[in-house]
């Protein structure tokens, strides 16, 4: 009787290990559109997010756009990582469509400039039915305004993936 408790037991917890790990990373490597899930594992922790390169060779990343969960707890938090060319001391824009362009900030690197923001019910409605978004700055050299377009075709479908992740 005991043996078979245990055996019951055993095997109940070899099914929730091994439903966690095939939940596990379900959307990386999956495709959204122009969306794609990835997932790492960061401290022995997995994280997981939607991704999307933006280039104007197709081959050369001119911006990389990310939307995880994990940073805030309340709202999707979009990344935008992009050159060092952009001017972090300049106005820098994000619009969706028609829509009012919301003002950010970047952090830079000798590499890159990361412009975050949080999708709050506004943005995240804009994004569901938006088509389109573009980030907007001033070149650092020349001073040129830079637009760097980000789709949103396949957006809510893997942010609902991502939601169930």
């Keep these: 009787m005991k043996k078979s408790r245990f055996t019951l037991a055993l ?6 290990i091994t439903t966690q790990i095939s939940m596990a990373g379900a959307i990386d490597g999956k495709q959204f559109k122009d ?5 790492q594992v960061d401290l022995q922790k997995e994280f997981c997010f939607l991704l999307q390169g933006f280039s104007a060779d197709g081959q050369t990343p001119l911006m990389i ?4 969960l994990a940073q805030h707890p ?6 935008l ?13 994000f619009k969706v469509d028609k829509n009012t362009s919301i003002h950010l900030q970047a952090q ?5 400039c990361a412009v975050a923001f949080p999708l709050d019910k506004r943005m995240l409605a804009q994004f569901k039915r938006g088509a389109r978004g573009v980030l907007g700055f001033l070149a650092k050299e020349s ?8 789709s949103l075709s396949g957006f809510t479908k893997g942010l609902q993936a991502l939601q169930k992740n």
């Excluded at 969306?35 to 997932?39: A, E, H, P």
């Excluded at 756009?65 to 995880?68: C, E, F, N, P, Y």
């Excluded at 952009?86 to 106005?91: A, I, N, Q």
Aim: aromatic letters at 10%; glycine letters at 6%.
């Design 143 to 150: 001073g040129e305004a830079v637009y760097f377009p980000v």
């Design 81 to 93: 990582r992009v050159t060092t060319k952009l001017d972090p001391t300049k106005d820098i824009q």
């Design 35 to 39: 969306w794609q899930g990835r997932c």
């Design 65 to 68: 756009t990310t939307v995880d």
């Design 11 to 16: 095997m109940g917890v070899l099914l929730f």
């Design 108 to 112: 830079c690197t000798e590499k890159e």
């Design 74 to 79: 309340t709202f999707p938090i979009v990344t």
